[in-house]
């Protein structure tokens, strides 16, 4: 099988994540490969390795998002795409996914895996928006994928444990956290990762153009207000109607 991984470029995870002029995220340094994403590199490395298929990892950034692919490929992935231009800054989910669909459509492939969610963004959209402009099936949740004769066989993880889903391929599939362990890159894989293909792309290259605008913007940040003291409720008298208008004041009941 021929398996894409989407990845996302993040900041520091660990650092202090500092505003532009814009009030949004400066992603002007070097990024680093979300959290989450690694459960979908590795989830891909397994499902080529049991099908003798290749990965390729796609992502859309600034220029930095390098060294954010570069741990996908000493993990193991074969090959990269970077999609980086100028007009891409402030980019929403509807643009992110046009310009990620536009770079998938360019090749044929048969499994699309991500996160569930990246870790800077949390709108969890983004992969069904590329499902939805491909046209192709989405079995989201995953917490195990296997290739099998028709396609996919998927457990989809629910509140009350797992569902089972059998899906055609082409695909698009979004990994849990549970679905696999990590690889870590081995010194081999980290100086091979130097010399594995590495597409870097503008939107010229992909036909797109003035279409690829952000729809929102933000226009002003606040920081969040401090926690006050909490009150403390004694069982007197009153209390059990004091706790009453807390909840209602809550929006409880």
Do not use: W
């Amino acid at each position: 099988m021929n398996v894409v991984v989407l990845v996302k470029s993040i900041p520091d995870p660990n650092g202090d994540v500092e505003l532009g002029d814009d009030f949004l995220v400066d992603r002007g340094g070097e990024g680093t490969l979300d959290p989450g994403d690694e459960y979908a590199v590795e989830a891909a490395l397994q499902l080529a390795d049991a099908t003798d298929g290749e990965v390729t990892v796609v992502s859309m950034g600034p220029a930095g998002a390098v060294a954010a692919i570069r741990r996908a490929l000493s993990m193991g992935a074969h090959r990269a795409i970077l999609v980086s231009d100028g007009a891409l800054q402030g980019s929403d989910v509807l643009a992110t996914a046009r310009v990620l669909a536009a770079t998938l459509a360019r090749a044929p492939f048969d499994v699309v895996l991500t996160g569930v969610e990246s870790t800077d963004g949390y709108t969890g959209t983004l992969p069904m928006t590329v499902a939805e402009l491909l046209g192709l099936p989405a079995a989201t949740f995953a917490r195990k994928l296997d290739a099998t004769e028709d396609g996919l066989r998927v457990e989809r993880q629910t509140e009350a444990g797992y569902d089972v889903v059998a899906c055609a391929v082409p695909a698009l599939v979004t990994v849990t956290a549970g679905a696999t362990e990590p690889r870590y890159p081995t010194l081999k894989g980290i100086m091979g990762a130097k010399q594995k293909p590495l597409e870097e792309l503008s939107l010229a290259d992909l036909g797109l153009g003035a279409e690829i605008a952000a729809t929102q913007r933000v226009v002003a940040t606040e920081p969040a207000p401090q926690k006050s003291a909490g009150e403390i409720v004694q069982g007197s008298d009153g209390g059990a109607a004091r706790i009453a208008d807390l909840l209602a004041e809550a929006k409880v009941i």
